[in-house]
């Protein structure tokens, strides 16, 4: 007899939970899908997914009945769709995608290295970075909300002397601009928002926990890296400014753990389900802190003891943390293992896995590692192989969850369903 898709959802749930835990699951989990299901078998180009949030989603919802994996919308769902609709209208200069920068069959969008901060205004971020973030970020980075640089400090705006030159900006053409600008973004904010809490809900009644419950977010090093200095500019400030460079790492270390946390259990969060169990998940992306960008030193001064502490106080705050790590950090494994055990899975791009696996055993959950370049060129039985050799080395007592190192763009469409058929029957437990 076959089982309804809720009996599938608590099943697949309960799957990711022990894995994540670090208890032995009915059978290993796995997850993946491809930006090519959507173009070679929905007829969705990537510029439609990222200008249509309802085509995006669509493209996510079938995806995962299609696949059948235990996590869905990893790749093609909710939160790709939100960023062009609400993006596009404010001219996004720190962004490109398929038809905004890039050809219309771009696949994977791409940052715009670019040093939005200069290295005189940490002392600026620090003493008041939403203040920052309104009056210089925002007029930088999206072209029509350039009149937003005439603001005063917006803390001055509480005064009662001040109030009405606080407001003076938005009677110019420059403040107007902004402010219809600000008004477009809203709307299309508001409707976006409707879209995906009855994505969310049918992904719910197919049988489809989502890969993330709340929001994924930079850790404070990559903040700074991607959206103020820069990778050129961030290299230097290790040497030339350390000091500025950690205490605005700290002062970023709330807000992302505020953040995170509203997103997954604040008014509106896309939370469906995981609090029932409290195995609410949010995303952590740990970029810049690869080998061959940053020593291990580097990485141990820098990146590690803020991402440690956010990732400790989002597990006190009763959710589970996804960390996806970018690159190789197989000599950062002994760095990485001090954490609270069965709250935490990193999701790997590039590791010895032998290694992960004496290191990180009883400490973390480990996931992907299956490599995209094998998805988009490898054939169905080198598929099946390496599979069984991510298996046969993390073993079914749990603490693995398998699917592709990164994102999906390029894989083929017969090699991401092998992955997750083979894991289905390879990984019983």
């Not at 005063?152 to 002397?161: A, K, V």
């Not at 749990?398 to 469409?413: F, K, N, Q, W, Y």
């Amino acid at each position: 007899m076959s089982k309804t898709p809720q009996q599938l959802y608590q099943e697949r749930q309960k799957r990711v939970s022990d894995a994540i835990a670090l208890k032995r699951p009915d059978r290993i989990p796995v997850f993946g899908e491809t930006a090519r299901y959507a173009r070679e078998c929905l007829g969705i180009s990537d510029e439609e997914r990222w200008r249509n949030v309802e085509k995006a989603l669509e493209a996510a919802f079938q995806s995962a009945v299609y696949f059948e994996p235990d996590l869905g919308g990893f790749d093609l769902g909710a939160g790709n769709a939100a960023i062009v609709p609400v993006l596009g209208p404010l001219d996004c200069k720190r962004y490109m995608w398929a038809g905004h920068g890039l050809p219309a069959n771009a696949g994977t969008p791409q940052w715009v290295q670019a040093e939005i901060m200069s290295a005189d205004e940490y002392d600026a971020l620090i003493y008041d970075p939403s203040d920052f973030v309104a009056r210089k970020y925002w007029p930088r980075a999206y072209a029509k909300l350039a009149g937003l640089a005439l603001l005063p400090p917006i803390r001055e705006g509480m005064d009662l002397y001040g109030a009405p030159t606080s407001f003076a900006v938005f009677g110019t053409t420059e403040g107007l601009e902004a402010l219809d600008t600000l008004r477009q973004a809203g709307q299309a904010a508001q409707e976006i928002a409707v879209l995906m809490k009855n994505w969310t809900e049918r992904m719910k009644q197919a049988g489809f926990p989502l890969f993330f419950s709340g929001r994924v977010c930079q850790t404070p090093f990559d903040m700074i890296c991607d959206f103020l200095r820069g990778q050129k500019g961030i290299m230097m400030d290790m040497y030339r400014r350390p000091e500025k460079l950690l205490k605005a790492c700290e002062k970023l270390l709330p807000m992302t753990v505020e953040g995170l946390v509203r997103s997954a259990k604040g008014p509106g969060s896309s939370l469906v389900g995981w609090s029932e169990t409290g195995s609410s998940l949010v995303g952590l992306g740990l970029r810049g802190s690869m080998e061959g960008f940053t020593s291990l030193q580097q990485f141990q001064r820098f990146f590690w003891p803020t991402v440690r502490e956010a990732m400790v106080a989002l597990v006190k705050e009763g959710l589970t943390v996804m960390l996806f790590c970018e690159g190789d950090l197989t000599s950062r494994l002994e760095t990485m293992s001090d954490v609270p055990p069965g709250k935490i899975f990193y999701w790997l791009e590039r590791v010895d896995l032998v290694k992960a696996k004496k290191i990180l055993g009883d400490k973390v959950c480990i996931s992907g590692n299956v490599p995209i370049s094998l998805l988009a060129t490898g054939t169905p039985d080198d598929v099946r192989a390496y599979c069984k050799k991510i298996i046969d080395i993390m073993g079914k007592e749990g603490g693995l969850i398998l699917g592709p190192s990164g994102m999906t763009d390029e894989a083929r469409v017969e090699n991401v369903k092998v992955m997750i058929d083979f894991t289905k029957e390879y990984g019983v437990c």
